[in-house]
């Protein structure tokens, strides 16, 4: 505020506004200095001619050519509030939204210019991406609304939808960026709800003038390279002037009453208050009909498998007791690095009679580690479901032998011993230079030296093997390995030892065992589960997700840690 006071050539109070104006008539210039009450169209008419060399001269301190240089008095402006209007509606719509309310303060003219919608409309487009004309919606229409009603919620009707659309005749951009979109921001981005195991994807974005959380679902089993389906969960609009309204999304009879409470931190909680909408007049027969055809495309007589019946069933009951009121925790996609075998981020995987889930795959160093985003009753949301030893690639043996799974067996239990062997000495190591630090006092030891030397031999001999590794090689599943989708890609870029994690019902039980990481190009992987004898595909979701990429690589760390914490 004090910088401010400076530039408009006023001080927080009165006294400061008289102080200057006794100055301005012992210079003998009163009779053509404009007051700094007076309304923005008359203040400092004439002060400037030309825009954009005052906004120079403002930023950078530049002088004015002589043309421009002078006031009505024959000097240069003193202060902002001797600029043109419209001048100052350019300076302080470059300003950030949140700085506005503390120049408001400054004095009655800056407070009268900040009332300026354009302002605030480019607060909207620059902060949040709102592109829509208030008044333009007003114009078109029905089609235009329409049109967005439809992509909003396809399954309301045109008419019923128009009557509790917001007037938005009487709204301003102002009250859009103060009331919805500043005061929702801290919930825009990536969020995973606590769905007990199951978990789920959910991205708050700002689509139009509304805030949309859109539930992100994996394709139908065992599709996966389909795109993902999604759905609105909850949205926030201006009903009127000042006042967000917060409407659930869920069920079949429309937008209803809810409500939204930022609990804190990167952590949010829905409630609806209708719960009634969410109800069907078939009673629970007639809604597990229609969620298992949303959730899996098929009715339950088309399952066969016994076991699939009834993990469907009790995804069912248990997610249904979360219809009325949940709550999300913030994640952010993985940050890459040039260094990264493929890109990071977001994957869909088949995962036997579960069906699809989704995987977060991210690259830690030497090793690269798939967190679930979704999840079942054996393996919850937040457990690393596999983890890949980029130091130790596999060189799978020739097609016809590759057919025979004691054979990959041997070559995976194999690199197993030798990563064990290879740990024991790491700790070893570890023992004797904390043994010879305590008896020498010393900072550091020639062995652990040498270790650190072996570790960057180890990594540039694995770089060395991944630049000498074939462009493709050919991939084929062994005899009696299991897999969802027949339709696997037959070629392969690399293949690298890892660990899988699987458990008993409720996460009984677990361990972590040996299997198979296969790169097959940029946007699929596949990993084989030795123990269960089965395959699973991987398939890049591509969505361009908003708001939420992780601010530090120490931020994403803290952020897996805490999901999996929570799992446990």
Partial sequence: MAVCARLCGVGPARGCRRRGAAREQRRGNADSEPDTDTDPEEAGGGAVTEDDEAAERIEGGRPLPPSVEAGPAGRAPLSLLELPPELLVQIFGSLPGTDLPSLARVCTTFRRILRTDTIWRRRCREEYGVCENLRKLEITGVSCRDVYAKRINPRVKSGRFMRILPDYEHMEYRDVYTCLLHRYRHILGLWQPDIGPYGGLLNVVVDGLFIIGWMYLPPHDPHVDDPMRFKPLFRIHLMERKCATVECMYGHKGPHNGHIQIVKKDEFSTKCNQTDHHRMSGGRQEEFRTWLREEWGRTLEDIFHEHMQELILMKFIYTSQYDNCLTYRRIYLPPSSPQDLIQPGLFKGTYGSHGLEIVMLSFHGKKAKGTKITGDPNIPAGQQTVEIDLAHPLQLPDIETLRDFSELSRVVLEVQEQVRR???????????????????????????????????????????????????????????????????????????????????????????????????????????????????????????????????????????????????
């Fill in 422 to 568: 290879e740990e024991q000495e790491r700790e070893q190591r570890q023992e004797e230079q904390e043994h010879s630090q305590q008896a020498a006092s010393q900072p550091a030891s020639p062995l652990g030296g040498e270790g650190a030397e072996g570790e960057e031999t180890a990594a540039g001999a694995e770089g060395t093997t991944q630049d000498k590794a074939p462009a493709s090689q050919p991939f084929v599943l062994p005899t009696g390995v299991i897999s969802r989708n027949e339709d696997y890609p037959r070629t392969c870029r690399v293949c690298f030892y890892g660990t899988g994690l699987i458990a008993g019902h409720g996460f009984t039980s677990p361990e972590r065992t040996p299997g198979v990481f296969v790169l097959f190009d940029d946007d699929r992987f596949g990993f084989i589960w030795l123990e269960l004898k089965s395959f699973s595909l991987y398939s890049r979701i591509k969505v361009s997700f908003q708001n939420a990429q992780a601010p530090s690589q120490e931020a994403f760390d803290e952020m897996l840690k805490n999901i999996q914490f929570l799992a446990t």
